[in-house]
């Protein structure tokens, strides 16, 4: 199984940089999701990692670490509307399916 | 092109009874899921259908079931109800069409209510 760890909340300013950490443990790996929800609202696909390395989106960015299961995302330049919750998910490694395991979620305040 | 699109949007049961969520993919999109996401334990998968099969589970008792229509609809049920149920239930869909990294697409989410 998935055992998935990110913080439960981190509160930024706006203009600022926050980065958000996700260590994880899984009997097989087929790739890491970041996704963003706002409250009262679905999850939105932000990112996707399989291989180590960075993923830029423009103020988005995503690392992984495959030998050390860590995964972060990088949100620059905060803006308010930035302020949601954080979901790092897992792909188990089982070919044709498709079983996304998620954290718990950081949940992002950005302040004036 | 139309989103996920889950009916009903908000749901009140009391306990013992049962209950029947639907969920329409967005067109094209062969794998539909389903999460319950309670402020406890975060997103938690239920299960996943692909053609109309349940191709995988998750750690959730018998009284959670579900199935899936030859158009790709999905239905899930959950009987007996108890209180600790009592959460947001979504829907997600995928093509399907074995690249990795494709994505899931959430719908909306239905929240229920067990009194």
């Known amino acids: 199984g998935q055992n998935i760890d990110q913080p439960t909340e981190m509160t930024a300013t706006e203009g600022a940089i926050v980065q958000i950490n996700c260590t994880y443990q899984?009997?097989?790996?087929?790739?890491l999701f970041w996704y963003q929800q706002h409250a009262g609202e679905a999850p939105t696909f932000l990112s996707y990692?399989?291989?180590?390395g960075l993923e830029e989106k423009g103020r988005f960015s995503s690392f992984l670490s495959r030998s050390k299961g860590y995964s972060y995302l990088l949100l620059k330049e905060l803006q308010m509307k930035d302020s949601a919750s954080y979901l790092c998910?897992?792909?188990?490694?089982?070919?044709?399916?498709?079983?996304?395991?998620f954290g718990a979620g950081t949940t992002v305040t950005v302040r004036a | 092109k139309a989103g996920v699109t889950q009916t009903p949007r908000y749901l009140i049961k009391t306990r013992g009874q049962q209950v029947t969520l639907s969920c329409s993919p967005i067109?094209?999109?062969?794998?539909v899921s389903w999460y319950q996401q309670t402020p406890g334990q975060g997103l938690q998968f239920l299960f996943e259908?692909?053609?109309?099969?349940?191709?995988n589970k998750g750690n959730f008792p018998g009284r959670f079931s579900g199935r899936q229509f030859s158009n790709s609809r999905s239905e899930m049920n959950v009987s007996t109800l108890e209180l600790g149920d009592s959460a947001l239930y979504l829907c997600?869909?995928?093509?399907?069409?074995?690249?990795?990294?494709?994505?899931?697409?959430f719908g909306p989410g239905t929240r229920l209510l067990v009194l």
């Open positions: 997600a869909s995928s093509l399907a069409s074995g690249n990795r990294k494709e994505t899931q697409y």
């Open positions: 899984t009997s097989g790996f087929n790739g």
């Open positions: 990692n399989v291989l180590d």
């Open positions: 998910a897992v792909r188990s490694l089982r070919s044709n399916d498709y079983k996304l395991s």
């Open positions: 067109s094209g999109h062969r794998s």
């Open positions: 259908y692909f053609s109309e099969t349940q191709r």
